[in-house]
């Protein structure tokens, strides 16, 4: 199904979700490249949305109304890719008791994704340079050609021009591949679309769980604006799927996110409190001794705040990590006037959020 979404007003039908210009662009060049039936290379690393973009392709096309066909290439071995492209004939093998219709039979008339086509082995990639070049093919075990009208889309994140000099890949099939070539921006270079997306997959997976979460915390977004994202979109996803199973109120915060998440979101918050509170001038006009204790008690509140943090107030976890036990840890939680129980769950009032809180909807 096709989601219509109200922040992505220049491809207001797509799933493919921006307000970034360099991925703007990239849907417009896609948009004028699905009205032809030219070939099309879709590359960028793991979890950038390119079968996405493949199926945005099909569904401009001509093709439309004909099968998207999706091959996932590394799940095929070299036993079975014969087979399931092209189909076989009964007996071409032990246990090919019927015909059967390969995945090229099946598209005709539309489209097949090749995805990760970087990993096909030679043999098989002589087979589909003449499928592609004369639509012709055989089944397993038949002599008899066969012919299919379909438009190719492959797709990698590998580098195959490195794979053509490696000799792993055969460049006449690449340059047939390659006749244009879209890319993917990774999520860090399109750290703009961040919010966009977390406010999107958290309204996605609060309707699908019927939960009522109508805000994300500012320091949410601030926290997942200021990681890479290896895993991209992908990686994003799971993260606030994760977070909208454990949200308990009405906002999304940052203890719902993944510990190293929460980590960096403290260190991030402690660097601005300690540069603005620990080292301004208050504390250095007074002995050495008292701008020393001074320091010190900032580090152990920062201490103690994040193990609780991190532990969700339980005290008993937080004395095993820090090795602070009994009497010793209660002296310090009431002179630095900590309560472990502010770092507890409950639910959070709309009410009550900061300033930079963005509504999910």
Not at 89 to 110: H, L, P
Not at 220 to 249: M, S
Not at 274 to 291: G, I, K, L, M, Q
């Amino acid at each position: 199904m096709i989601i219509e979404h109200p922040f992505n007003q220049r491809f207001p039908y797509t799933k493919i979700l921006t307000t970034n210009e360099r991925l703007q662009n990239l849907l417009d060049e896609a948009a004028r490249v699905a009205r032809s039936d030219a070939t099309v290379l879709i590359t960028g690393e793991s979890g950038t949305g390119k079968e996405l973009l493949a199926k945005e392709i099909h569904r401009l096309s001509r093709r439309a109304r004909h099968p998207l066909v999706i091959v996932n290439c590394a799940a095929l071995s070299d036993q079975l890719v014969e087979s399931e492209l092209f189909g076989h004939v009964k007996g071409a093998f032990t246990g090919a008791d019927r015909d059967k219709v390969g995945f090229f039979e099946a598209a005709n008339g539309g489209t097949v994704f090749l995805d990760e086509i970087g990993e096909i082995g030679p043999t098989f990639q002589l087979k589909l340079l003449r499928v592609l070049e004369q639509g012709e093919f055989n089944r397993v075990g038949d002599v008899r050609p066969r012919y299919t009208d379909i438009r190719f889309i492959a797709a990698t994140n590998q580098d195959l021009e490195a794979k053509v000099r490696a000799g792993t890949f055969r460049a006449d099939l690449f340059y047939r591949l390659n006749v244009v070539t879209l890319t993917l921006p990774p999520l860090r270079e399109r750290k703009d679309d961040i919010g966009l997306l977390a406010r999107y997959f958290v309204q996605h997976f609060a309707n699908e769980m019927n939960k009522p979460i109508r805000w994300i915390a500012g320091e949410v977004i601030q926290t997942l604006e200021a990681y890479d994202w290896p895993g991209n979109v992908r990686e994003l996803r799971n993260v606030i799927h994760r977070a909208v199973i454990l949200c308990e109120g009405d906002t999304l915060t940052v203890d719902t996110l993944p510990e190293k998440f929460q980590r960096a979101s403290f260190f991030r918050q402690q660097s601005v409190r300690t540069s603005d509170a620990v080292f301004d001038e208050a504390h250095f006009n007074c002995s050495f001794r008292e701008a020393k204790q001074r320091i010190i008690g900032a580090f152990e509140k920062a201490y103690l705040t994040y193990h609780l943090r991190l532990n969700r107030g339980n005290v008993s976890r937080t004395a095993r990590q820090t090795g602070l036990y009994g009497a010793n840890l209660y002296e310090k939680l009431r002179r630095h006037q900590i309560d472990p129980d502010a770092f507890r769950p409950r639910a959070k009032k709309g009410s009550n959020l900061s300033s930079d809180a963005q509504r999910v909807a």
